[in-house]
C-alpha cells in the first residue's frame, strides 16, 4: 500500500461569541453602546471615540462593535484614567436623566409598524427613504417623550449591499446579519427563554423570535422567522427587505401585520392609537378586529368601529401601482381562516380590501388600511392632493376634494442629520433650548446674526472632510473596478475642493430621472471643465434587484463618468447607506433633485442638506412644492408644459444647464476680497433661518399629534367607554340605515328655475323626502355644483346643504335658501346622505344616494 503525502477532510466549523468583559468602572459603556440614543448625541460618540481613534475609525463608528476589539490592556488603562471616568460618569448621568422623564401627556400612546427602519448603518433593516424616515420618527418621538412602541423585522440579509461590475453593472450583494454584533436583545420569557410569537399560517404555525432595539425612550421590537422550529421556507420571510415573490411579500405582511399585534399582546403592550408606516401593515386590523370579536364580546360591525377609531393609515406612495396587490386566489389561500374568526362571510371579508370587485377583483393592502383606520394621510400637501385623486374610487359618490385624506409633511430627525459643526455653530448662536424647540422660526432668525466668514468656514471644513471620506471608502472600489489604474489617480487628483460641488443620492427608479442631467453631454462638459470655474458632480444610488432600467441608469452614469472629458468631474459613489448620505449631503455645496412631478410623495434628502447650508435645486415636487423660498434655493417649477415625458425631460434638462450658466454658478463664484461668497451665504442664511425649522421631525411629530393622534385617542376612548357603549349605537345605527338605505324616496324636489340667474340672485330650493320605515332623522340633502375643465373632467364648484325644517310622520321637509357668487356655467345634482353627529367624516360611512329634481 503507497502512504499518500497527505489526507485531509473538510473542516466541519462551528461558531461561538466571545463577549468583552470591561472592568466595572466601565460597564456603563455596554448600557451606551446598545442604546441607539449615541446615534444622534455628539458627546457619547466623543467619548467612544476617546477609547481608541484607529479602532473607532475600523468598526466604522461602531461602538458595540468596538467593544469587541479594543484590547483588555486598553481598558484597564481607562479604568485608571480619572479623566476619562469623570467624562464617562457625566455622559451616562446625562443618559440616565433623559430615561428617567416620564411620557408626556400631550399625545396618547402610539403603536407603529413599519417594514423597514433606518437608524444606523450598521443595523441593515432598511433600504430607503421610508425607513429611514421612519427611524428618523422614532428617534423624535424619543426626543419628544412619547409613550410609542414600534414593531418591524430583524432581517437575516436586509437590503443588499451594492457593489459594481467592471462595466458599471450593479451587482446584488446579501451579506447575513450576526445577531450578537448588533445593537439587539433578544426578549426572554420569566425562565430565561427565548418568547416566541405563533403567528397562524395555513396548516401550520410560524414561530418568531422578538429582539428589542433601544432608541432612547422609544422601544422597537423585531421580529425574526429564521429559527430552527420553522420549515427553510418560512424562515426565509424575514431573509430579506422587499425580497422575493409576491407570495413572500403577503407572508411578509401576515408577520408584521398579524405577527405584530400578537407580539405586543406577548409583551403585555397595549396602546391607544395604532399608525400604519405604509399599506404594508394594514393587516394589523384584520388580528386587532379578531381581538375584539373574541376578547370584548363585539360583533364584527362593533368591532370595526372601534378599531378603526384608533387607526391611523399612512401612505407613501402617489400611483396606484405602487400598492400592494394580492390576487384572490393566494390571498385565500393564506387568510382563507379569517371570515370565520370575524363572523362574515369570505366574500364580505375580500370587500374590505377592494375598491371596485367588478374592475380588479385584487386584494389591496391599501384599500383594506382605508377601510379600518379612521384618518389616512399623505407625506406632503401635494401627495395628500394626489392620494385624494389615486384613492377616489373607493368613495364613489364623493369628489376628491371633499375626501377625509389629509397630509403630514414629512420632515427629518435634525440631531441625527445636522453634523457635529453645524450642532455646535446652532447650540452657540441660537437658545440653549432649541433642540425642544426646533420648528419656533423665531429662534433660526438668529442665523443672520452669525458672521459670514463662520458660515463659509463650516461650509468648507464639511467639505473637506467629505472629500478625504470619498477618498478613503472608495479608493480600494475604483482600482478594482478600473481597468486603468491610471484613471483612478486621475479620477483623485480632479476631486477639487474649491469646485461648486452639486450632490444627487436617491433609488435609482426611472422617474427620479437621474438621467437628466447628461441629456447634452457637449453642454454639460463646458460647464464641469470651465477651468475659472470647476463644477463637479457626485452620484450615488441604489436600484431595486428586479429594475432593470434603473440598472441602467447606473451603468450608464458609470460610463460616462470614465469618459476622458468627465473623469473625476461626474463621480458616482457605491453602495448608498446612511453613513455616506450624511457625509454627501454636509459636504456639497448644492443637492440636485428631478423628479417626474407629481411622483415624488416627499422626499427628505434635501431637508437633510438644508440643515447643513446645502442649497436646494429641485423640480417642485413633494416637500420642496412648499418649502421653496426666492432666494434660498432653486426651483423647477411644479407644472408640466408636455403631456409626452421626452419633451418634458428635454425641456428640464435645458432649464436646468441654464440655471447653472446663468444663475448658480456666476453666483457661488462671485467673491469678496476675502475670496467668501457674500451672496451665496446670504442664501444659505434665509434657506436655514426660514425652511429648515419647518422640516424637522419635531414640527412633523407635533402635527401627527395634533390632527390625528389626539383625535383618535378621544374618540376611540369615547367609543369604548362603559363597555364600548356608543361603539354598539353607533353600529346598530349604521346597520338600521343600510337596511332601509334604498327604500328612501323622493316625494318631491324643487328648486328656483337657475337658466336665468345672475350672480347676487338668491335662489330657493324645498324638498320633501319619504324615509319609510327607517323611522330616523339622520338623512342630509346637498346640492352640488360643478364645473368642466378643459379636459372633460368634473370639478367640484359647491356644496351647499339644505335644512332639516320639519318631520311629519315619515315625511322628512328640507329647505335651502341661497346666493349665487360666481358667474359662468355650471353642473348641478342633489345628493342625499346619512348624517350623524358621532361620525368622524363622510367617509366612515360613504352612502350616497343621488336624486332627481320633480320640477
Known sequence: MEIKVNCVNEPCWGEFTVNTKLPKQLENLT????????????NVKRLFRKIDLNKWRECCHNPLAMLDIVSAERFEELAKDEHFLAELKEVYAEFQKYLAEKP???????????????????LKIYSGGLGVLAGDYLKEASDSNIDMAAIGFLYRYGYFTQKLAVDGQQIADYEAQNFNKLPVTQVKDEYGNPLLVEVPYPNRTVYASIWKVAIGRVPLYLLDADMEINSEQDRTITHSLYGGDNENRLKQEILLGIGGILALKKLGISKEVYHCNEGHAALINVQRLVDKIHDNGLNINEAKEVVRASSLYTVHTPVP???????????????????????????????????????????????????????????????????????????????????????VTNGVHMPTWATSEWKELYEKHFDKNFYK????????????????????????????????????????????????????????????????????????????????????LERLEKIVNNPNRPVQFIYTGKAHPADGAGQGLIKRIVEISRMPQFLGKIIFLENYNMRLAKRLISGVDIWLNTPTRPLEASGTSGEKAQMNGVLNFSVKDGWWYEGYREDAGWALTEHRTFDNQAYQDELDATTIYTMLEREIIPLYFNRN???????????????????????TTKRMIDDYIERFY???GKRSGYLSANNFAKA?????????????????????????????????DIYTAEAVINVKDLNDNGIGLELITATLNEKGNMKLANVKEFDMVKREGTLL??????????????????????????????????????????H
Open 31 to 42: 448600557e451606551l453602546a446598545k442604546n441607539l440614543y449615541w446615534v444622534w448625541n455628539v
Open 104 to 122: 408626556s401627556k400631550k399625545s396618547p400612546s402610539i403603536a407603529y409598524f413599519s417594514m423597514e427602519y433606518g437608524l444606523t448603518d450598521h
Open 321 to 407: 401601482a405602487g400598492h400592494d396587490y394580492f390576487e384572490e386566489d393566494l390571498f385565500s389561500r393564506y387568510m382563507y381562516e379569517y371570515p370565520e374568526k370575524l363572523g362574515i362571510s369570505w366574500n364580505d371579508f375580500i370587500d374590505m380590501g377592494r375598491a371596485d370587485k367588478i374592475i380588479d377583483s385584487r386584494f389591496s393592502m391599501s384599500v383594506f388600511a382605508l377601510n379600518t383606520c379612521q384618518c389616512a394621510n399623505g407625506v406632503s400637501y401635494l401627495h395628500g392632493e394626489v392620494s385624494k385623486k389615486m384613492f377616489a374610487p373607493i368613495w364613489k359618490g364623493y369628489f376628491p376634494e371633499e375626501l377625509h385624506v389629509s397630509y
Open 437 to 520: 424647540e426646533q420648528s419656533n422660526i423665531h429662534i433660526w432668525e438668529k442665523i443672520y446674526d452669525v458672521d459670514d466668514e463662520n458660515i463659509w468656514a463650516v461650509r468648507q471644513e464639511l467639505k473637506l472632510k467629505f472629500i478625504d471620506f470619498l477618498k478613503e471608502q472608495f479608493r480600494d472600489n475604483w482600482l478594482k473596478n478600473q481597468q486603468d489604474p491610471s484613471k483612478v489617480v486621475a479620477v483623485l487628483e480632479n476631486i477639487n475642493p474649491n469646485a461648486l460641488l452639486i450632490g444627487f443620492g436617491r433609488r435609482f427608479a426611472t422617474y427620479k430621472r437621474a438621467h437628466l442631467l447628461f441629456n447634452d
Open 673 to 695: 476680497k476675502k475670496n467668501i461668497p457674500e451672496k451665496w451665504i446670504k442664501w444659505i442664511k434665509k434657506s436655514i433661518a426660514e425652511i429648515t425649522p419647518i422640516y
Open 710 to 712: 389626539i383625535i383618535l
Open 728 to 760: 354598539r349605537e353607533i353600529a346598530a345605527w349604521k346597520k338600521n340605515m343600510a337596511q332601509h338605505w334604498h327604500s328612501i324616496e323622493v316625494q318631491s324636489l324643487t328648486i328656483q328655475n337657475p337658466d336665468a340667474a345672475t350672480v347676487g
Open 813 to 854: 321637509y328640507f329647505n335651502l335658501k341661497s346666493t349665487l357668487e360666481q358667474g359662468g356655467t355650471y353642473k348641478y345634482a342633489f345628493r342625499l346622505f346619512p348624517k350623524n353627529a358621532d361620525l368622524p367624516h363622510r367617509m366612515d360611512f360613504a352612502y350616497v344616494k343621488w336624486v332627481q329634481a320633480t
